[in-house]
């Protein structure tokens, strides 16, 4: 997940660098949306292993 994040946060950056800033909108959304995703599957996996007594790191 965060590899595509990743993934389309440079080519949000190319795509900009380059003008073509309908398609560098699009791909930073994606971006973010895929990060944040990123983060809430995180923290959610944080949380249960805590619960169920193991190590989170």
């Known amino acids: 997940m965060l590899g595509w994040a990743i ?3 440079v080519l949000a950056l190319g795509a ?3 003008g073509f ?5 699009l791909a930073a959304t994606i971006a973010k949306v ?3 995703i990123f983060l ?3 923290v959610a996996s ?3 292993r805590a619960i169920r007594g193991q ?3």
């Not at 800033?21 to 909108?25: E, I, K, Q, V």
Request: aromatic share 18%.
């Open 16 to 18: 900009g660098y380059l």
């Open 7 to 9: 993934v389309f946060a």
């Open 40 to 42: 809430v599957l995180l």
């Open 21 to 25: 800033m309908g398609l560098a909108g």
């Open 46 to 48: 944080f949380v249960v």
């Open 55 to 57: 190590s989170v790191v």
């Open 34 to 36: 895929l990060f944040v």
